[in-house]
């Protein structure tokens, strides 16, 4: 995305960056469905499972590290946002309070939905189906509440959005420090691909489910952005 000045909420070219995030969400949107609609979901669990199982589902690093720490170090990353709302460090110096408020509420946003609809969803991880020597059968996640014979709740990704759901940051830095959102935007998008492809070498998630997941956290740091672009333009 090329480069803005620095800008208010009020600034009259808002609206026009919020177009741009607004097409790139229902491109994205598109392509994740194009993926889900090809059934490449299985296909890839199978590189690493079988009638067995998921060899990598008890693996030290994937679950010590990959898993439990940065599930941990996520949740340090967004105390030290919090206290950086009213006590500013680094980068957050060069934001104002709502923008620092934006950041924080985008990330806390997009765990809840993730959270929710994870919560409410009937389909199961990969390790319980029965191809890979558990009880379920595969039921895609969008016929929703229809159960599979598992134990369901594994929709979308839980554990990627400790990555993904910085994703809403870039919003709250986009204006001020272009540069700086790109990256913040890089480092969410990588992190989050990463602790979603280490949770499918485990079996404890579809493909579908990551890219699901950065989609949701995506979306939801865009409506929080357009929220409070529209607050304050009507102030």
């Known amino acids: 995305m090329p480069s803005c000045p620095p800008a208010s909420f009020a600034d009259t070219r808002a609206p026009l960056y919020n177009r741009r995030w607004l097409l790139a969400t229902v491109l994205s949107f598109v392509l994740i469905a194009l993926w889900d609609a090809g059934g490449q979901d299985l296909a890839l669990a199978h590189l690493w499972g079988t009638a067995q199982g998921f060899a990598l ?29 009213w006590m500013p460090f680094g980068l957050l110096r060069k934001l104002p309070t709502a923008r620092r408020v934006q950041l924080l509420v985008s990330i806390l946003a997009a765990l ?8 409410s969803s009937a389909t199961s991880c990969p390790w319980d189906l029965s191809v890979f020597g558990g009880v379920a059968e595969y039921v895609s996640h969008w016929r929703w509440g229809v159960h599979d014979g598992g134990a369901g709740r594994c929709f979308p990704a839980g554990h990627a959005a400790a990555g993904f759901s910085f994703v809403g940051g870039y919003f709250a830095l986009a204006r001020d420090t272009p540069r700086a959102a790109r990256w913040w935007l890089a480092v969410a998008l ?25 989609w949701l956290c995506w979306t939801a740091g865009l409506a929080i952005d357009m929220g409070m672009a529209r607050r304050q333009r009507s102030a």
């Open 57 to 85: 589902r008890d693996d030290h690093f994937l679950v010590t590290y990959m898993h439990q720490g940065m599930r941990n170090l996520g949740w340090v990353v967004v105390l030290a946002l919090s206290l950086g709302v």
């Open 190 to 214: 990588v992190m989050g691909l990463l602790l979603g492809l280490g949770q499918q070498m485990r079996g404890a998630h579809y493909m579908s489910h990551t890219l699901w997941t950065a």
């Open 112 to 119: 809840a939905v993730v959270a929710i609809l994870k919560r």
